[in-house]
């Protein structure tokens, strides 16, 4: 049985509406996986007929990794997800520079993976500039080009942003950062598997994947590093992965890796356009329906599978926790944010009040939802909204004049 089978087990019928956060693993990466962790458990640096094997399983991710990204096998290096590619590329590059070059220049709108780690740079004695963006989302290049500074080494900017989805221009950050020979990184952890991916167009040296947003397994990713880019390793061990990070490799999951790398090569044509007709549907039903909701971001440069929401009147958390209850999964921001009291820094980095940010939902989906989905959402949402607010006590009737 698919994995994934399980959670629809049960009374009720479970929509995942979160694949931003993580995704189901895929039925045929599930069943590429089961013999490495079986039969084929060697250790891959061994030279007998197991290591061999394992070593074998290795290899042949590389190069679908490698091909999905337009790179060579080698420029692959395996880690244990899209946190430590971003560690490994943003400290690699920063820890193997000149003394002299010590500027980074990365985003307001940054995962946490980056942001934290160009706060701790700055706490060594770094200094980053985090770019603005403005109410679309989007980083302008200009801005970028601005922050650059004689001592910068490294840019970082994301392709595809988590919460909202925005595309962000890294053709045109790529040639900024290669006329004035800085390093550059993008974490593209939320474009792959959505959009064409290709390190030589973007201008990317440094490239970050996380194998569970792509229908892959958890705890695998992989940095692309640009042949001839030397960094300094996070880690001290053996001498895995050409020296470039130490550790018995994550064979079965970097099969996985492999494997859902694949998949995203062959099903992107199709699947883009299938994911984009569902967001669309389910985002123009809730603007239709439901009354003072505004969509956040860049309808032309996005992902086609996030839309992101602001409703007015409506407590985000209290929101998803009703939906839940009626077997529908979507978050407030991140799920890396969610816990914490603070609005999402995406949110107010694109202008949005504390307020509007927690009022804010994301819908992110995936391969694995269908139009009968999205009609069963729709059939719900607008009354349990509609019930939130009837107990706001700044809620009146939707027909006066409304302000989000
Ligand atoms: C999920 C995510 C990460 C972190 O990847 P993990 O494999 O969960 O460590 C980094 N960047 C972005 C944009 C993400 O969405």
């Known amino acids: ?19 931003n956060a993580t995704t189901p693993l895929a ?44 790179a060579r096998p080698s420029e692959i290096v395996f880690t244990s997800g899209g946190t430590e590619s971003d560690n490994a590329a943003i400290l690699g590059i920063v820890g193997a520079a000149r003394a002299d070059r010590r500027h980074v220049v990365t985003t307001a709108i940054e995962h946490p993976a980056v942001l934290s780690t160009a706060k701790a740079l700055e706490r060594h004695g770094i200094s980053v500039t985090f770019v ?20 910068t080494v490294l840019i970082s900017v994301m392709h595809a942003n988590n919460e909202l989805g925005t595309i962000q221009p890294l053709e045109h950050i790529g040639q900024i950062a290669r006329e004035r020979d800085i390093y550059f990184h993008a974490d593209a952890v939320q474009s792959a598997g959505k959009i064409p991916l290709d390190v030589q167009k973007l201008g990317v040296d440094l490239l970050s994947l996380s194998a569970h947003k792509l229908n892959g397994p958890k705890g695998v990713g992989a940095l692309y590093v640009r042949k001839g880019t030397i960094l300094r390793t996070l880690m001290h061990g053996g001498h895995h992965e050409r020296d470039r990070r130490p550790g018995t490799e994550n064979v079965a999951g970097i099969v996985g ?116 989905e999205v009609d069963a959402t729709l059939q719900i949402l607008p009354a349990v909204v509609e019930q939130l607010r009837a107990v706001s006590p700044h809620y009146h009737a939707p027909t006066t004049a409304g302000k989000r």
């Open 1 to 19: 049985m698919h994995p994934g089978g399980a959670v629809l087990q049960g009374k009720m019928n479970r929509i995942y509406f979160d694949n």
């Open 132 to 151: 603005r963006v403005g109410s679309s989302g989007v980083v302008d290049p200009a801005d970028v080009a601005a922050a650059i500074r004689p001592e």
């Open 257 to 372: 890796l492999g494997a859902a790398a694949d998949a995203a090569v062959g099903n992107l044509a199709d699947e883009s356009g299938r994911v984009a007709g569902l967001r669309d549907k389910l985002e123009a039903g809730i603007l239709t329906h439901v009354p003072y909701v505004a969509m956040n971001g860049d309808r032309a440069h996005r992902v086609p599978n996030t839309t992101n929401l602001t409703f007015g009147y409506l407590e985000g958390e209290g929101f998803v926790i009703a939906m839940d209850l009626r077997g529908i999964a979507c978050s407030t921001g991140s799920a890396c944010s969610s816990g914490s009291l603070e609005p999402s820094h995406v949110l107010t980095a694109i202008g949005l009040r504390p307020e509007q940010a927690r009022a804010s939902i994301r819908f992110s989906l995936g391969r694995f939802n269908t139009s009968e």
């Open 27 to 70: 039925p045929e990466v599930f069943d590429a996986m089961c013999p490495y962790m079986v039969e084929d458990f060697g250790n891959a640096s061994s030279i007998h007929w197991y290591g061999q094997r394992a070593k074998a399983g290795a290899e042949k991710a590389r190069e679908q990794v490698a091909k999905l990204l337009n």
